[in-house]
């Protein structure tokens, strides 16, 4: 064979390792513009953050935060407009009522539940969705105005376990850090959403001003066991629903990515 | 335009808006057997089912449960052996880097950090691996041997933190649900996988036997804070490392879909 024939063919063997078979990874060449692959690529790469920043929103490890990640605004849209925020909220649902069922409901009025409201029996996704679903700070002045309109609409699952928790007897009270100038508006709302018969409405007055929501919430958790009341259940989107002291015996934690409260 | 033409243009109209147009989505047809598209909705609803699962299951709404569910887990072994379980742990291990990083540490060697072995510095998910995934109940005996043979590698984003903390002069503390009949292999192991220099492993001795693992567990923090320690941190996969009493200041949640203690 000529010497021109191996020349070729050496020629053929390194071609057909292609581009990248010497070059390390870590300056391998990139297409100067977008192409569909690459778009494809960062939008995996950015599931897999969003995906993973969201585990420790949802399990508390990620401590405060003001605002959803910028390359999470449209995972945050995507999510909690989709299948699964609605999935997660009947498969927390289901868990509560089965909890709920098994409890012996002594029948003296003793047995209760603690409900939060904003994201847990009222939902405020169509405020979020005109402000930037979390990727703002928050806006008192703005969402004190969507709070007066009494437009939040019934979160289903949430509903339906309230509902079927007042079948089995227990007292509901309902424990929200919204301010005492919201009661008026916020039991209109609940009423409108299909919620009746709580046994209390706790929203902050005055002299829990400045209080984290833990604290104030643990308070006044408290002042209903002092009460005489067993706190079966507490179902709250913020782990500051949940934590702190006076906790309920089972506490089910619902998925908020849109915002958090210390 | 003659009769028979506007018949079929109307007719065209009809077959367009496709076979749904009228049947209620309920009494829809099905295909008799499984057709690729069919095995394709099924596929997008054991995953819409399993996700929610897992949330329950990390934010601690699940309770108790002894077996992943089986429609589940092909989904915990695609995740367990994927990108998003690896992913998740960085980002634990990197909020509590972040929050470790911020504490003044005060060189007197009583600011102190927490961690869980199993699922959290050394992983056993060779073993779970070839034993179902979580599907079958747990069996000491052959998880026994597992542990005898030390071969669980490190978690490496564990690891990475463990040795950062180090850095950061934090006294490190392992607290296992393990046996004392384990210690011997369980430091020998810890010692392979790349860990050194803890200030106690912890393990149950025979007077925790029986005792709920946060039990246990609150016993022993309460036993570091009253020798002098600070427990600033605290790092484990089930939520019995993390709840009780003793409570670090802050606790760090990892990913484990693979089984749970109480």
Redesign the interface.
Known sequence: MAFIQWVLIALVVILSAGPTWSVPSIIQMRPEKDTLLDADVRRKSDH??C???R??V??????AWTRVPARCVDFVKEYITG??YA??L???AA??AE?ARAIGVSGDGRDAWVFDIDETLLSNVHYYAVNGFGSQIFDEYSFNEWVELREAPAIIPGLRLYKELQKLGFTLFLLTGRGEYQRHATERNLMYAGFANWEKLIVRGNTDKGKPASVFKSEKRKEIEDAGYIIHGSSGDQWSDLMGFALAR????L?NPLYYIA
Chains 1, 2 share one sequence.
Do not use: C, H
């Not at 949802?58 to 401590?63: I, L, S, W, Y």
């Not at 089972?250 to 934690?253: I, L, V, Y």
């Open positions: 897999l953050f995906s993973s920043w585990f420790t949802e399990t508390n490890d990620a401590g299948d699964l999935s997660e009947e498969a927390v868990n509560a909890y089972r506490s089910f934690k998925p």
